[in-house]
């Protein structure tokens, strides 16, 4: 998967995509989820911890990105009571960057820090989480740019395929 | 014929490649004090190996996750960084050994003071690094070092008493004239030297480079269970001829020329021009897997784009990375620390590192959500916890005995 000329890359995250509303996500072949609680939501059901933090974020070439060092969540506040009957909060973005510090140490990270990928651009969730478009089109790759840019690629033969 | 050929160059890339400076110097040292006395631990340490790097190679090619990924996605972001911080530090240490060796290496075979070789070797890694294939950096360092093959020659033309060698190996135990806490203290350097955490940073991530699928498993398998035996009989050859001629002569080894010198004594100028290359090749190999291994282990926690098959600028933090752990370890031997010193520290602290990454390993071979059904059978979870216990009991010993030794002083 970590293959940048993957030709089939594109066949590939689509089959992954069905895959992840058909089935339970322990990835039995073809196997149907048992009958469901009426409340709970359709399709695959992720553990944000378990599936998400701390995963591997690929672009849609298959270059690593970054890992998910937090998650922005929509419609709930911090600290404040959840009204039962309140509608569900929704995932909105990965997180990365200046998060990872205020996960290994606590508190937060001003709004203005954060790095965020919108979660619509998330492709696909298995053991890593798969985006939609390419990791040079994304804020929370701009230190690899700048280190690309500034440093590596101005030593001779940085550009250029190793031999 | 050529599938032949790729077995065959991949079991001489692992026996070349199973040695390193941390085995080249433990080995003389332990063989100069004990004998073979300890030549036991060399079977438990290439035991271990082979089920480690198998078990790492097999996570690797099935999941497509490097080692270091998945310690951080198992254990969360604190403990995987306290993880990283102790696996990345003693591995900087390695690199610092190695590099060093180099250094040695070419002042054997030039006369010219290892000061000024430190710079040439740390920039002869880093253009390989920069420039070379991985296939190409690991079959050639790894056929250069099978010249180290002239330590079991050795051994035979120096005629032992090969009853006598027999012996000590097999009536393991501390001589009466060394305290026992020494001869442990060895033993788990020994273990250490033999199973390095950075051969299955390198293993794993390596398969990943080479873009290993499940059909590459069982070549995998052929090169890790007979390459890494074969590596380890080199171990004991080396530990042999210092039992031999450095255990009568009551000789220390505190250096390479020492390593050495049986070898020279059995052969002449030309085993020594062989040896000379066999550890030139050896430790330089070493060297490369080590400084990969900082790269990757930073890349994979924090999730950076990482791999000697991208270009350099699109793997740019990967490469800078690795520049800068090159720069500290020529920054800490410019301040004319012993290399051999530093040798000894890295094998001791590679035991106690060794836990933080072997326990995530065995947990991942056993899930199904990374493995599909190629998950860990009852047999290999036996022998690997079984030496999950080995390994801990060897990392919680070893500071101890560290202090109680004086460093096996």
């Known amino acids: 998967m970590n293959d940048e000329h993957d030709h089939d890359h594109d066949h590939d995250h689509e089959h992954e995509h069905e895959h992840d509303h058909d089935h339970d996500h322990d990835g039995g072949a073809g196997r149907r989820m048992p009958r469901r ?13 378990l599936h998400l933090l701390d995963r591997q974020v ?6 690593p990105v970054t890992t998910v060092d937090d998650l922005e969540l929509d419609g709930i506040e911090p600290g404040a009571r959840i009204e039962p009957g309140s509608p569900p909060p929704t995932l909105t973005a990965i997180l990365t960057g200046p998060q990872l510090l205020t996960r290994l140490f606590g508190g937060h990270a001003p709004a203005a820090r954060r790095i965020a990928i919108p979660w619509k651009l998330v492709s696909a969730v298995g053991t890593t989480v798969r985006l939609g478009v390419d990791a040079d089109s994304l804020d929370a790759s701009w230190v690899e740019r700048w280190v690309s840019r500034h440093l590596i690629g101005r030593i001779p033969g940085g550009r250029h395929d190793p031999e | ?22 085995d080249l110097v433990t080995n003389a040292v332990v063989g100069s004090r004990f004998g073979l006395g300890l030549a036991w631990v060399v079977l438990v340490g290439v035991v271990g190996i082979c089920i480690y790097a198998q078990m790492s190679g097999r996570v690797a090619a099935v999941s497509g996750r490097a080692t270091f990924e998945i310690i951080r996605e198992r254990l969360g972001p604190r403990a995987g960084l306290a993880n990283l911080a102790a696996s990345f530090l003693i591995n900087l240490l390695t690199v610092t050994a190695e590099v060093g060796g180099v250094a040695l290496a070419l002042q054997l075979a030039t006369s010219v003071d290892p000061g000024w070789w430190i710079p040439v070797a740390a920039f002869g890694v880093w253009i390989v690094i920069w420039r070379a294939r991985f296939e190409l950096l690991e079959n050639v360092t790894g056929l250069l070092g099978l010249t180290l093959i002239v330590f079991a020659v050795a051994l035979f033309m120096l005629s032992p008493d090969w009853g006598e060698l027999a012996g000590q190996a097999l009536q393991p135990g501390p001589p009466a004239d060394e305290p026992v806490a020494t001869y442990w203290f060895y033993a788990v350097a020994l273990f250490g030297a033999a199973m390095t955490p950075y051969e299955v940073f390198f293993f794993s991530s390596g398969a990943i480079e080479e873009k290993w699928t499940e059909k590459d498993l069982a070549k995998s398998r052929l090169n890790v269970l007979v390459g890494f035996p074969l590596g380890g009989l080199l171990s004991i050859a080396i530990a042999g001829c210092a039992a031999v001629v450095l255990l009568p002569a009551a000789i220390d080894v505190t250096s390479l020329s020492q390593v050495v010198l049986p070898v020279a004594e059995a052969g002449g100028k030309i085993a020594l021009s062989f040896v000379i290359v066999g550890i030139l090749a050896a430790t330089f190999g070493a060297a490369l897997e080590t400084t990969l291994s900082s790269g990757y282990t930073l890349a994979q926690y924090f999730g950076w784009s990482w791999g000697k098959f991208r270009k350099p ?10 520049i800068v752990c090159l720069l500290i370890a020529v920054a800490i031997l410019a301040t004319g620390v012993d290399p051999i010193l530093v040798t000894e520290y890295s094998v001791v602290f590679s035991a106690v590192a060794l836990p933080l990454t072997y326990l995530p390993i065995l947990i991942i071979a056993n899930d199904r959500e990374y493995m599909g059904d190629r998950v860990n059978g009852r047999g290999m979870n036996f022998v690997g916890q079984v030496y999950l216990v080995i390994i801990l009991a060897a990392a919680l010993a070893a500071i101890p005995l560290l202090i109680i030794t004086g460093a096996g002083a």
């Open chain 2, 1 to 22: 014929m050529k599938n032949l050929f790729a077995v065959a160059l991949g079991v001489l890339t692992a026996i070349g490649g199973f040695v390193d400076i941390g």
């Open chain 1, 58 to 63: 690929l672009d849609r070439e298959g270059v």
């Open chain 2, 313 to 322: 600028a699109k793997a740019a933090r990967f490469h800078l990375s690795m």
């Open chain 1, 37 to 49: 609680d009426p409340r709970a939501p359709r399709g695959r059901v992720l553990d944000a911890h």
